[in-house]
C-alpha cells in the first residue's frame, strides 16, 4: 500500500483491541463506555454520563462507544 505521496506504508498487523480489553468489555455489555488507550476509564447507561465522567477523570481524548449486548450477533460488512 502507499500513500498519497507514493512511499510504501505497512500494514497494520496488531489487533484493534487487546486481548484484555475485549474481556473487559465483555462485562460492560449494553453500557456505554470510554476508552483511553487500553483502559476503560468510565461506563454508563448514556452516552453523556460516560463523557462527563471522564471529563472528570481527566481524559484527554476518550474513545466512547456502546458496547453491544449480543456481539456475536454483528455483521460486518
Avoid: C, Y
Wanted: hydrophobic share 40%.
Amino acid at each position: 500500500m502507499t500513500d498519497h505521496e507514493g512511499s510504501n506504508v505497512p500494514p497494520i498487523e496488531e489487533p484493534a483491541v487487546s486481548e484484555q480489553l475485549a474481556k473487559e468489555l465483555d462485562r460492560h455489555r449494553g453500557r456505554w463506555v470510554a476508552v483511553e488507550g487500553d483502559k476503560i476509564i468510565a461506563d454508563a447507561q448514556s452516552a453523556q454520563e460516560v463523557v462527563r465522567l471522564a471529563n472528570e477523570r481527566g481524559a484527554a481524548d476518550p474513545i466512547v462507544f456502546r458496547v453491544p449486548l449480543h456481539p456475536e450477533r454483528l455483521n460486518i460488512l
